[in-house]
């Protein structure tokens, strides 16, 4: 085992993990369409191989506070445009989570989706290979090729296999991001025409004027605002949700979202320090109204799936005040890491629920349900479990990173903080009121009282979800010590450079020497 270890340790570890998907995507592009039994499963295979190579990221050591698993070649000389990819503890759980997800959203899908299997199984991995890519990338210029190559797999997943209006869902998708992509691709211009350079590690670690990193740092907001997505830019969110199928909900909520989340902790945090602070009340502002206003219009809803997709713009809206909580402490930046994983793993555990009971009864319509208890008690049981991690019950995985960004909002802003817990008391009442709806009381429809309770494979991909939700939830310190390192410089490093912006604009040279006291690495290429 040992001996497999240093092995890996001495692979190109990222590149192989990126790239495996996108090779099993090619093979079954050469297989023929009548052979679905064997695409599907070959598809499921080649995540399942990608995630167990995955796992070896944790013999990265070094407790990630540093980028490991550094790959950096010359792609682009004539721009200055490198194949620069690296992990740390911001990333880690992020890549693990993309490798993770694959295999279950492909897993569910053998069932629902009977047409045009080919093409579809392939857009799973082509979105695997995005994903990670953009997770991992050191390089502005590759990171938005990434960013931008999520975005076809999933506008074709909804606009060919979605439900009801999936033309325009897939559509309006499609505008909200390339919108956002093309104010952030002007910031990552503006970046190379000032250093001359897309490295991000040189970048983070070269200061820029106060007010250049405020336009830059808007153009970037605005691309990771509409991904997270923050009112009031979340208006694409619950009909991409919605009409997508549910592997696709899957990716979507669990991961692309991310995208946003990630976005700001490791580019904006990092290249606009004076900006992020200057900027840190208002975004507070705006994730406190999409924590309200997301919990509301969940307890209005009458779609199960709707209901569940538009919660994630509260669950995001943690996210968001726990980055930009500066207070002096990383603890709320930690928790928003650390709940971005668990929202990823409680809401797509949701939408895979909610999957199986619309394959049955070809309804999500929360009025057409009730008494489902009785009727699929497995089924109900970890409807429960899931339930609860989302409410953020002690004991499961949503309670964690919701409890560390409300001690971070309450340390910056205690008014703000009081109206963010209001938002958990809200959370509470629109999932136990669904809940109560959709599976107590007695079962009177007689479409639901022959319902059959979870299969084998069902169970197969539902399991490991909630196993990972209760150990989380009881014991997250695995998780919080690969993250908390890598945060806290970061955060140490936007602290010391925002304190010394007043000087900087009379002579750098105090901020400059505040950041190399954090970041002591300021060659290009350096280890991060």
């Known amino acids: 085992m040992d001996a497999l270890i240093q092995m890996m340790a001495n692979a190109p570890l990222l590149s192989i993990i990126i790239f495996l ?26 995540s399942i191989a990608t995630f167990l190579i995955s796992l070896f990221l944790l013999a990265g050591g070094g407790g990630f506070e540093k980028f ?48 045009r299997e080919k093409e579809y199984y392939i857009l799973l991995l082509l979105m695997g290979f995005a994903l990670t890519g953009t997770f991992v990338s050191l390089d502005l210029f590759l990171f938005f090729l990434f960013w931008e190559s999520v975005l076809i797999p999933m506008y074709l997943l909804i606009g060919i296999w979605g439900s009801g209006r999936r033309v325009y ?64 830019f979340h208006t694409w969110l619950a009909d991409a949700h919605t009409e997508a199928p549910t592997a696709g909900s899957v990716l979507l909520a669990a991961l692309l979202l991310k995208m946003g989340g990630y976005g700001f902790i490791r580019f904006c945090l990092a290249l606009f320090p004076d900006a992020s602070v200057w900027a840190a009340p208002w975004i507070m502002g705006l994730a ?61 555990a949701l939408f895979l629920l909610v999957g199986v009971i619309y394959e049955r009864r070809h309804t999500r319509e929360i009025a057409q349900f009730g008494g489902l208890a009785s009727v699929m008690p497995q089924y109900y049981n970890m409807f429960l479990i899931t339930m609860l991690a989302s409410v953020g019950l002690p004991a499961l995985n949503g309670f964690v990173g919701e409890f560390l960004i409300l001690l971070g909002a309450f340390r910056a802003d205690w008014a703000l903080g009081g ?13 136990l009121t669904m809940f109560r709806r959709v ?32 150990w989380i939830g009881l014991y997250p310190k695995p998780y919080l010590s690969v993250i908390k390192p890598a945060v806290d410089r970061t955060v140490r490093a936007v602290m010391r450079i925002s304190s010394g912006s007043v000087e900087y604009a009379r002579s750098g040279e ?17 280890d991060g």
């Not at 199960?304 to 709320?332: C, D, E, P, Q, Y």
Request: hydrophobic content about 55%; charged content about 10%; aromatic content about 14%.
């Open 68 to 115: 490991s698993h550094i790959e950096q070649y010359t792609w682009l000389p004539q721009i200055g445009v490198s194949y620069h990819i690296g992990v740390d503890g911001i990333s880690l759980w992020l890549v693990l989570l993309t490798t993770f997800l694959l295999p279950i959203s492909i897993l569910s899908s053998f069932s629902a989706i009977r047409k």
């Open 419 to 431: 109206l963010a817990t209001f938002g958990v008391v809200l959370a509470a009442v629109y999932l």
């Open 169 to 232: 869902a897939a559509t309006k998708f499609v505008l909200y991001t390339v919108v956002g992509s093309f104010f952030m691709l002007l910031a990552i211009i503006g970046l190379y025409v000032h250093f001359g350079t897309f490295d991000f590690i040189y970048l983070r670690s070269h200061i820029l004027p106060p007010e250049l990193q405020t336009w830059l740092f808007l153009a970037f907001f605005l691309a990771f605002a509409i991904k997270v997505p923050l009112f009031p």
């Open 510 to 526: 105090k901020a400059a020497t505040a950041l190399a006291q954090v970041l002591p690495e300021n060659a290009p290429g350096g």
């Open 439 to 470: 599976f107590h009381g007695e079962c009177t429809k007689p479409e639901n009282q022959k319902l059959l309770d979870l299969n084998v494979r069902e169970f197969v991909y539902l399991v490991p979800l909630v196993l990972l939700m209760l």
């Open 288 to 348: 406190v109204i999409s924590i309200i206003y997301g919990a509301l219009v969940c307890a209005a809803q009458t779609d199960l799936k709707r209901l569940i997709a538009l919660s994630s713009v509260a669950h995001m809206g943690f996210v968001m005040l726990g980055i930009f909580s500066f207070a002096n402490t990383s603890i709320g930046q930690v928790g928003a890491t650390i709940q971005m994983v668990s929202h990823g793993i409680t809401t797509g």
């Open 21 to 46: 998907p996108l090779a099993g995507a090619i093979i079954i592009t050469l297989m023929s369409p009548a052979k679905s039994h064997s695409i599907k499963w070959f598809a499921f295979w080649a």
